[in-house]
């Protein structure tokens, strides 16, 4: 028997903020103000992991430069 290991192909706002210990409304201005990306899937928007990835090195960098 093997084991299968499923890898989510994106998150949800939720799912994000939980991640990077936002509330969901931090998650939400950093999708408008464009910092982070997202896709629009039906109502909902959807987060691939290497732009959450991109986010959290936007903001080390930002903070290096402070």
Known sequence: MSDIVLRRRWHT???????????ETKVRMAIISGELKS????KLRRILPEWVDEY??????ESEQD
């Open 13 to 23: 706002v939720a799912e994000v903020a939980e991640m990077l210990g936002y509330g």
């Open 39 to 42: 896709v629009k899937d039906g």
């Open 56 to 61: 959290v090195a936007l903001k080390v960098s």
